[in-house]
């Protein structure tokens, strides 16, 4: 057989030759024998970190859909629901508070029974409740009955979209540091797997509802909306399958800790609080300061689409989302070079630079340019995506916690930021409101995006003063430097791992290119754990 008869392509999977694999029988051309191919089951190291985190694709789509879906929902029912503002508020409303619950539950329970589950159960979960929303409906026809069933339904879909964030994007950074991953490319390879993602799901959320009302028109109203939330099902749906290939990380089956005890969180919470605390309260000034953002698409579009038409004023929308996905792309690209924490520091000072200049210049724009108003908010928001939006979930995962209660500090570092879009919903409003009563008065939108860069700056230094630099194999180190503590604190290591054991298999030692400052300490660390063994034994 030729070399080029005989090449077979195949993708990055991982295999095992000591284990059986399905094989297939193959005939060689121009020689009559017959050759075997193995075929992998499991995923290879990078399919495995795009299995666990594009499901976020999943969060934006269906967060995003909620935007169009208000504004067809505000058409169709305006004259026949008296509530109806109240009752959109609470679809949005109720969607954050399923959130919330799904990432503080799901996270306690990845770090106890493993994330491939969590994973699992999010895409059944959401592909059910996206199916059973797109066919909502009130008894008898009721108007009052159907928003009572989407704002339900929206609560339980939300719950999967909180439990992605500590199974998926916990186990993501996991597979980062596993081997056959080029250790030039962790930090790109996980916020491209997840935040920019989440980004993309927010511009196909758009495309979508705007491509199904070019379709159906205005006469088939229902139609767009059933179908924009009906069609959320298709990607956890498809991710489902990849992941039933997947195993748990080994990071994961090494540093689990199956039965914790209240000593052993009070060590945890004693040595980890202060990186729990800063990244928490990093989160919850991004969702904060993005929130103005939104205020500036209603005025776009205002603006632009001053008769209100519905198909022009959701291809703006697509427009708008659009400038995410430089501003993610690019984040993903220095993040490996500059660092995560650098990086989301530099996002952070061209993020407050920007709102500041939106803050000042929209008076004089407002009238003059609409172009330069949208060039500049494409910019702002460019720069939130290169700096928190992307890196966030990277420190949360790789820099506050070890791996036996990364899920649990992960979801509610998460849950603190939704916690602060949502306080910023009714905040802002109420701030606006104190600025002037005229509701296109430019001190109402200008004096949120004061706060917001002020807030941006906050930040900055917050990450800057409590939050570690991430390096390649950043886990492993804390995962090491945990056990280390637990030994010298007495704590009984027969409890770690998955594995049921008196003895368990240390985790590995990670041998790395450290400065002579890192090389140093890594030494003392071993030193101190030589002897806390000592005197356990005597």
Not at 12 to 33: F, L, R
Not at 72 to 77: A, E, R
Request: with cysteine.
């Amino acid at each position: 057989m030729s070399a080029q008869q005989g090449e077979v392509l195949h993708d990055a999977a991982t295999y095992d030759d000591k284990k059986a694999q399905p094989s297939v029988e193959v005939n060689e051309v121009g020689s009559g024998k017959k050759s075997t191919i193995k075929i992998g089951k499991e995923l290879g190291p990078v399919a495995l970190i795009f299995a666990c985190g594009t499901a976020l694709f999943s969060d934006g789509y269906i967060n995003a859909a909620s935007g169009p879906v208000k504004t067809i929902l505000g058409v169709l029912y305006e004259d026949r629901n008296p509530n109806l503002s109240h009752d959109l508020s609470l679809f949005s409303s109720l969607a954050f508070a399923g959130t919330v619950a799904g990432m503080l539950i799901f996270g306690v329970l990845t770090d106890r029974i493993g994330r491939k589950p969590g994973m699992l159960f999010c895409c059944i979960w959401l592909t059910l409740w996206s199916i059973i929303i797109a066919g909502a409906w009130g008894a008898g026809g009721s108007i009052p009955g159907l928003f009572a069933a989407l704002q339900a339904y929206r609560f339980l879909q939300g719950i999967a979209l909180g439990a992605e964030y500590p199974c998926g994007s916990v186990a993501a950074s996991e597979n980062t540091e596993a081997p056959g991953v080029n250790p030039k490319h962790t930090q790109s390879l996980f916020i491209l797997a997840t935040n920019t993602a989440i980004d993309f799901g927010f511009v196909a959320a758009s495309l979508v509802a705007a491509i199904l009302l070019e379709i159906f028109s205005e006469r088939h109203l229902e139609w767009v909306w059933r179908l924009t939330l009906g069609l959320g099902a298709l990607p956890p749906m498809i991710i489902f399958f990849f992941r039933t290939r997947m195993h748990e990380p080994e990071q994961f089956k090494k540093g689990a800790i199956k039965k914790p005890t209240a000593k052993l969180w009070w060590l945890i919470i004693k040595k980890y609080w202060v990186r729990l605390s800063a990244v928490s309260l990093s989160w919850f000034i991004y969702d904060w300061v993005s929130y103005p953002a939104g205020l500036y698409s209603s005025f776009f579009v205002s603006q632009l689409v001053p008769d209100n038409d519905l198909q022009i004023s959701l291809w703006y929308g697509v427009l708008i989302n659009a400038f995410y996905i430089p501003g993610t792309i690019i984040g993903a690209l220095l993040s490996d070079r500059l660092g995560p924490k650098n990086t989301m520091i530099l996002g952070l000072f061209i993020q407050a630079a920007f709102g500041f200049g939106l803050a000042g210049g929209f008076g004089a724009l407002r009238n003059e340019s609409i172009a330069g108003i949208i060039v500049l908010y494409g910019f702002f928001v460019a720069a939130g995506e290169m700096g928190p939006g992307n890196n966030l979930g990277l420190l949360a995962s790789k820099a506050v916690a070890p791996t036996a209660v990364r899920g649990t500090f992960y979801g509610i570092a998460a849950a603190i930021g939704k916690v602060g879009a949502f306080v910023a919903t009714y905040v802002y409003d109420q701030i606006q409101a104190d600025l002037s009563p005229d509701e296109m008065a430019t001190i109402r939108f200008s004096g949120p995006f004061y706060i917001g860069a002020g807030l941006a700056l906050v930040s900055a230094a917050i990450v800057f003063v409590f939050i570690p630099q991430v390096t390649h194999d950043g886990m492993k180190k804390l995962d090491r430097d945990f056990e280390a503590y637990l030994v010298a604190n007495g704590y009984d290591l027969s409890f770690m791992g998955m594995e049921s054991t008196s003895a368990p298999e240390k985790i590995e030692d990670v041998k790395d290119t450290e400065s002579p400052q890192e090389e140093k300490e890594g030494i003392g660390a071993d030193a101190e754990r030589e002897q806390a063994r000592r005197q356990t034994e005597a």
